[in-house]
């Protein structure tokens, strides 16, 4: 009985040591696993704190080129600011000189225009519509008319410019494109041709076609439209109205009215607030 007894303590020892021992085994592992978890966290924390430090100088290096380029923003803004004020103040300087021209040159100017001979006025000089009692135009210069009658006897009248028979449509409105350019300045400008009927009034003033024959008054309203379009980069904002009239025998017609005619009883007054004449 004594030796069973033994053999089952020394079985029960062995059973304890080898649990002790399978224990142990499992602690360690664990022990390892532990450490190796700690060593793996360890290294995805340096790799996250390596990763935010990029991060953040990026982050930083971003903020100086936005702010630099803020910078550079606020000196272009600037400088064009000046750049347009600086063209503002060269423009007003230029309609101030283009203007004072004007007034040197004479704030009312009288050309004159010699239209060639028609028919069978072209066998000779005469210009005039009676072939009885011709005026011969017998020289012509920059500002004179020199004008010989059927006695012979020569008359010299001046002008402050004088254009030929030859002289064509775009040379008499360069002549005059520039009250055109003062008109857009704000200045009141006026054009009107004057002279018996049949002298060639409405060629100069009207003309024909689209072509080099159009008149002063399609050169003029191409080139308000023009100038206007172009203005618009400086600031400038043009409204503008228009009146087509006709004064026959001191009777005012307005064309653009349906239906007008000679019977119509029009003036043509200022505007009250100081603007252009208008038709009434």
Known sequence: ASSRGGESAEKKARAAESTCNQMRVELETLNEARGASDDKRTAQLVEAKREMEITRQALLDEKARVEAEAHAVAETTARCASLEQQLVEADEVRRAMHNQIQELRGNVRVFARARPALGHQAQGPALSADVNRPLAVTAI??????????????????????????????????????????????????????????????????????????????????????????????????????????????????????????DEKLTIAAAPAGGGPTVT
């Open 141 to 262: 210069d920059r500002d004179a008319i020199s004008v010989t009658d059927r006695l012979g006897d020569a008359a010299v009248f001046t002008f402050d410019k004088v254009f030929g028979p030859e002289s064509k449509q775009d040379e008499i409105f360069h002549e005059v494109s520039q009250l055109v350019q003062s008109a857009l300045d704000g200045y009141k400008v006026c054009l009107f041709s004057y002279g018996q009927t049949g002298s060639g009034k409405t060629h100069t003033m009207l003309g024909a076609g689209e072509g080099d024959q159009r008149g002063i008054i399609p050169r003029a309203v191409q080139k308000v439209l023009e100038q206007a379009e172009s203005l618009k980069s400086k600031g400038y904002s043009y409204t503008m109205e228009a009146s087509y009239v006709e004064i026959y025998n001191e009777q005012i017609r307005d064309l653009l009215r349906p239906g007008a005619d000679h």
